[in-house]
T-cell receptor, first 113, second 113 residues
Framework: EAQVTQNPRYLITVTGKKLTVTCSQNMNHEYMSWYRQDPGLGLRQIYYSMNVEVTDKGDVPEGYKVSRKEKRNFPLILESPSPNQTSLYFC????????????FGPGTRLLVL | AQSVTQPDIHITVSEGASLELRCNYSYGATPYLFWYVQSPGQGLQLLLKYFSGDTLVQGIKGFEAEFKRSQSSFNLRKPSVHWSDAAEYFC???????????FGAGTTVTVRA
C-alpha cells in the first residue's frame, strides 16, 4: 500500500531534550516536506527536500533541522525543543513532475513541557 | 508572495443540505489549487485539484470546486451533505513550477442531524 508513515504518532517531552520524528514514504517520491499545524493558522511549511541531499527552508524553519540521506526517509529533528514547538506535525511527499500532488502522513502530535 | 484566505472558520449545516466553502487566494501567476479534508484525528486527504482546463473540477466524495480567475476564488461545494462530511477543510495554493504549498487556516464543518 502506497503511504507516508510517521513515528511516533504521539510524543510528550521536556524542554531541551533532543528528539527526532521519522518520516518514510514507499512511493519513490523525490519531494518531501514537513508542516506544522496550529489552530487558526492552518499548515505551515517547515522544511522541504527536492531530492536526496537537497533541502531548503520553508516558512517556519527556526528550531528545526532535517536531513535527506535516502530518498524514502526525511526525519525532522528538534535539537532543543521549546514549548512553542508544541504542535501537530505532518510529513508529505510527492513526485517531482506533474501537478505535484502531496500525500500526507497521519501526523505526529508533540507536546513540549 | 502567495496566500490563501478561508473566510469562514466554522460552518454548521444540516444533513442533506448543500455546502459551500469559500477560498480566496493571492498569487501572481497561474496557480495550482487544492482542497484537502482532515477528519478528526486523521491526516489530510486530497479532495480535488485544479491546474488547468475546465474550471469546474470534480473530486472524491461528491465534492466539486470552481476556479474563478476574475475573483481569485476556488470555492468547494457539495449538493447534499452527509454526517461523515463533518471535518476540517483546507484550501491550498502552489505555483506550477515549485513545491511550496500555502494553506488556508481551515474551515471546520459541523453536520447536524
Amino acid at each position: 500500500e502506497a503511504q507516508v508513515t510517521q513515528n511516533p504518532r504521539y510524543l510528550i517531552t521536556v524542554t531541551g531534550k533532543k528528539l527526532t520524528v521519522t518520516c518514510s514514504q514507499n512511493m519513490n517520491h523525490e519531494y518531501m516536506s514537513w508542516y506544522r499545524q496550529d489552530p487558526g493558522l492552518g499548515l505551515r511549511q517547515i522544511y522541504y527536500s527536492m531530492n536526496v541531499e537537497v533541502t531548503d527552508k520553508g516558512d517556519v524553519p527556526e528550531g528545526y533541522k532535517v536531513s535527506r540521506k535516502e530518498k524514502r526517509n526525511f526525519p525532522l529533528i528538534l535539537e532543543s525543543p521549546s514549548p512553542n514547538q508544541t504542535s501537530l506535525y505532518f510529513c508529505a511527499s510527492s513526485l517531482s513532475s506533474g501537478v505535484k500532488t502531496q500525500y500526507f502522513g497521519p501526523g505526529t502530535r508533540l507536546l513540549v513541557l | 508572495a502567495q496566500s490563501v484566505t478561508q473566510p469562514d472558520i466554522h460552518i454548521t449545516v444540516s444533513e442533506g443540505a448543500s455546502l459551500e466553502l469559500r477560498c480566496n487566494y493571492s498569487y501572481g501567476a497561474t496557480p495550482y489549487l487544492f482542497w484537502y479534508v482532515q477528519s478528526p484525528g486523521q491526516g489530510l486527504q486530497l479532495l480535488l485539484k485544479y491546474f488547468s482546463g475546465d474550471t469546474l473540477v470534480q473530486g472524491i466524495k461528491g465534492f466539486e470546486a470552481e476556479f474563478k480567475r476574475s475573483q481569485s476564488s476556488f470555492n468547494l461545494r457539495k449538493p447534499s451533505v452527509h454526517w461523515s462530511d463533518a471535518a476540517e477543510y483546507f484550501c491550498a495554493v502552489g505555483p506550477s513550477n515549485d513545491y511550496k504549498l500555502s494553506f488556508g487556516a481551515g474551515t471546520t464543518v459541523t453536520v447536524r442531524a
